[in-house]
């Protein structure tokens, strides 16, 4: 499941958004979080907060490439222990789930 929106379609209620997408993380087998950092054009302040709140849970998949515009910003998220990290330079494809913790990203 994506937050993104479809043919920039939202949701009518901004907490209809933000409860869709707590739901669908809850009972997420894994969440995959890629975040090519970018302050200017692609914060990811939001990303941070969701990060936090599903780090622990153990289903996290945290993909950060280096070559992004604020690689630096991302060392906080790439430190947090419990985490399957991937410094992987590109996104994995759509069609395939993203690699487990034993497998090197595509």
């Given at each position: ?7 920039s ?15 669908a ?82």
């Amino acid at each position: 499941m994506s937050p993104e929106s479809r043919d920039s379609v939202w949701a009518d209620r901004y907490e209809a958004q933000v409860d869709w997408e707590t739901d669908a993380r809850a009972t997420a087998t894994a969440i995959l979080f890629w975040i090519p950092r970018d302050l200017r054009t692609l914060p990811g302040m939001t990303s941070n907060v969701k990060f936090g709140l599903d780090a622990g849970t153990g289903r996290t998949v945290l993909g950060c490439p280096p070559d992004c515009p604020g690689p630096e910003r991302n060392r906080y998220l790439t430190y947090v222990p419990g985490v399957t990290a991937s410094r992987s330079a590109r996104p994995w494809p759509r069609t395939q789930p993203p690699p487990s913790p034993s497998s090197p990203p595509p």
